[in-house]
């Protein structure tokens, strides 16, 4: 092999993406959700962790705040269903959660089964702290093999 193809390959595998485990981001999360979502926001984070549900979710479009400007919200029968699946991480079992919503359709995502290991990429959206436990938030996802 060449001297250039060897080096080739390895900035191609050095650039390769990482996938990080769901579980220290859920833990940033929980110790300093403000810190956590200035360090995440609106970042393409590449995830891996253990399926704990999928299924549809009608996502709520209320008024909002748009450019200085209010906009009126949609009907009800405007809201739309999207799949989404949730991740628990692998290591440290726990009631914290990813929830990654897919925007393109992706139905495989609902056909995930519980206890599967999945690799999702996703664009980070918020934090929430629902019944006792942390959610990550992450829109816009792709299920990856």
Not at 57 to 63: A, D, L, Q, V
Request: glycine fraction near 8%; hydrophobic fraction near 40%; include cysteine.
């Amino acid at each position: 092999m060449r001297r250039w193809q060897a080096l080739a390959l390895v900035a191609w595998f050095g650039c390769a993406p990482t996938w990080a485990p769901v579980g220290p981001m859920l833990l940033e999360g929980r110790d300093n959700d403000l810190a956590a979502t200035s360090k995440y926001r609106s970042k393409e984070l590449r995830l891996t962790g253990v399926v704990v549900s999928t299924g549809q979710k009608k996502i709520e479009h209320g008024s909002g705040r748009t450019e200085d400007r209010w906009v009126e919200s949609p009907a009800m029968e405007a809201d739309v269903p999207y799949p989404f699946v949730q991740l628990r991480d692998a290591e440290h079992p726990s009631q914290d959660v990813l929830v990654c919503y897919f925007t393109d359709g992706e139905l495989q995502a609902t056909k995930l089964t519980p206890g599967a290991t999945a690799r999702v990429r996703g664009f980070f959206l918020q934090y929430s702290v629902t019944g006792g436990h942390m959610e990550a938030v992450l829109n816009h996802c792709s299920l990856d093999p």
